[in-house]
């Protein structure tokens, strides 16, 4: 298998790059208890660095009780021993050197476990320490909690505690509480955890809910809002949540200063890089604009604008567009597929027949775009959302909600490594923590290695070419005007001058070369070849072309 190297001693490796997501619990079990761990990792890090990649994200692997599957931090500083040990993480560090991986790592700080020390000693009482360290406060003289904030995992943003005799918030689980940022201690005692990982050696933090650090002090009330069908990411119209207009319990102006006092801390290491989550509804491109801008705060955030079940022109067109037009002094982040939504391939494909040319042409649109871009493990084998039983789910935000809405564990399921192997090779136990569905197992890296036209392979080449023409890390991009239907667009760098035209319909298209491209040269682009007849491409249902310019 080739190796890679992420562009070696350049402080912008991450303008443009690759980045790998693996979900540890998930990935490779070494031990036989059915859950990943760090050696399971190292172990398949030759196979991450022959996709083409230039680093990993590593889902979190800290120390906690697990009630959010790691997202409940209770040591910041400690790799959970259903992982391994710091030890282990040191030796997939070195080997991830040895592979020229970078390695970025999820940082969860707008919140803890209830299970931190932290946690526990705040809630002892008014007057210790910690005390102002999460969000308290007082009842209304009725008993209710202090405002109307909505946690998005079902119920109030609120829980009572008996021994302070006040509410604290949270965002998420009742025992997930938020910090409170607005006291400098708790900003201070955050940095040091950060500072630990980048003395360890690690590249980057993927930032977990980037925009929630901060809260209104004035805890004012949120505004009703009418729910939009074209919400993405943990918003659903089965959750209250999604009703309101999230205005005071995130995305609050003080987290500015927070986030440079963090890109302070990283600007003391070499060619190190921070990649937030934005989770703001139609706000999120405006907040990724101010969080990117000045390059003194983040170097790139991704939104969920593509995370939704539209892979159409329009969409993508519109969403980009967009971005260009807000984002002008900052880098974004693409992605189709994450740990919290459901598969890529399963949103956009209409019929089962159109899966592995769904996988090949999402990639393909993905890598051509301006930007850094994310694939989560598992895509570049084309898997499908898998169907779990109720009895079978993990994740308490799908059990909670149940059967409306599913949860997150369809996405989650274990990578498949050997088809004819117990669990597709992921666990050499008698029971996988959640089931490897075998339709899954039948698309196993062992069984698509050896098939030449793969989704596996058309991954590898995609990347390759990708790597192969500059223009497409940093170069400008140029959206033509074409029929609704078709995506077209050119990507410029110095001499380089690329066009691509996709079609992500279901049925025959034509482009007809616009007068100043007449010249244009096809380009072999892994996958297709429309044919070019007197200056019109014909391109079939869910096709794409590239040409030099």
């Known amino acids: 298998m080739t190796t890679v190297t992420a562009r070696k001693g350049d402080p912008d490796w991450w303008r443009g790059a690759v980045i790998y997501q693996v979900y540890p619990r998930s990935f490779q079990d070494t031990t036989g208890d059915g859950i990943g761990d760090i050696k399971g990792i190292t172990q398949r890090l030759p196979y991450i660095a022959s996709l083409g990649v230039d680093a990993i994200w590593l889902s979190p692997f800290f120390t906690s009780p697990m009630a959010d599957m790691g997202y409940d931090v209770s040591d910041y500083c400690n790799v959970d021993p259903m992982f391994g040990t710091l030890a282990d993480f040191d030796e997939m560090m070195a080997e991830c050197e040895k592979l020229g991986l970078k390695v970025v790592i999820d940082q969860v700080i707008s919140h803890t476990s209830d299970q931190h020390p932290w946690f526990i000693e705040s809630r002892a009482s008014r007057t210790n320490p910690r005390a102002d360290w999460y969000i308290w406060a007082d009842p209304k003289p009725d008993g209710t909690a202090p405002n109307n904030w909505l946690s998005i995992f079902g119920g109030p943003g609120w829980e009572w505690d008996g021994v302070r005799k006040q509410y604290y918030m949270h965002n998420f689980l009742i025992s997930q509480p938020d910090l409170n940022f607005h006291n400098p201690d708790v900003q201070k005692a955050v940095l040091a955890t950060v500072k630990f990982w980048l003395d360890r050696g690690v590249h980057g933090f993927r930032l977990d809910t980037v925009n929630y650090y901060f809260h209104d002090k004035q805890l004012r009330n949120n505004p009703p809002k009418v729910y939009d069908p074209d919400s993405t990411g943990l918003e659903t119209d089965t959750n209250p949540y999604s009703m309101q207009n999230h205005l005071y319990d995130k995305s609050q102006p003080?987290?500015?200063?927070?986030?440079?006092?963090?890109?302070?801390?990283?600007?003391?290491?070499?060619?190190?890089?921070?990649?937030?989550?934005?989770?703001?509804?139609?706000?999120?491109?405006?907040?990724?604009?101010?969080?990117?801008?000045?390059?003194?705060?983040?170097?790139?955030?991704?939104?969920?604008?593509?995370?939704?079940?539209?892979?159409?022109a329009d969409h993508i067109r519109s969403v980009v567009s967009k971005c260009q037009e807000i984002v002008t002094d900052g880098w974004v982040c693409w992605a189709f597929?994450?740990?919290?939504?459901?598969?890529?391939?399963?949103?956009?494909?209409?019929?089962?027949?159109?899966?592995?040319?769904i996988a090949k042409l999402a990639i393909s649109v993905l890598s051509s775009l301006r930007g850094s871009i994310c694939l989560y493990q598992g895509e570049e084998l084309g898997l499908e959302e898998a169907e779990l039983a109720f009895e079978d789910l993990r994740d308490p935000y799908g059990i909670r909600f149940w059967p409306a809405f599913k949860g997150r564990d369809g996405c989650r399921t274990p990578m498949v490594w050997e088809a004819k192997a117990p669990h597709g090779g992921f666990s050499p136990g008698a029971k996988t923590w959640l089931p490897v569905p075998p339709a899954h197992a039948k698309l196993a890296v062992d069984a698509q290695e050896t098939d030449a036209n793969s989704v596996l392979h058309h991954y590898r080449q995609t990347l390759a070419f990708r790597k192969a023409h500059s223009s497409l890390y940093d170069g400008d991009l140029t959206f033509l005007e074409t029929q609704a239907d078709l995506l077209a667009f050119v990507r410029e760098k110095g001499d380089e001058r690329l066009l691509f035209v996709f079609n992500l319909t279901r049925s025959v298209q034509d482009f007809l070369l616009p007068a100043q491209f007449a010249s244009a040269t096809p380009l072999a682009m892994p996958g297709f070849a429309p044919a070019m007849e007197e200056k019109v491409v014909k391109l079939d249902a869910l096709d794409a072309f590239c040409a030099k310019l």
């Open 337 to 357: 597929s994450n740990h919290d939504v459901i598969r890529h391939v399963t949103r956009f494909m209409e019929t089962p027949d159109e899966r592995e040319r």
């Open 254 to 312: 003080e987290n500015i200063e927070f986030l440079k006092k963090l890109r302070s801390l990283l600007d003391e290491y070499d060619c190190r890089t921070t990649v937030g989550e934005v989770g703001d509804g139609d706000r999120s491109l405006s907040t990724l604009s101010i969080y990117t801008s000045g390059n003194d705060k983040l170097h790139m955030c991704y939104t969920f604008d593509l995370l939704s079940p539209r892979f159409t």
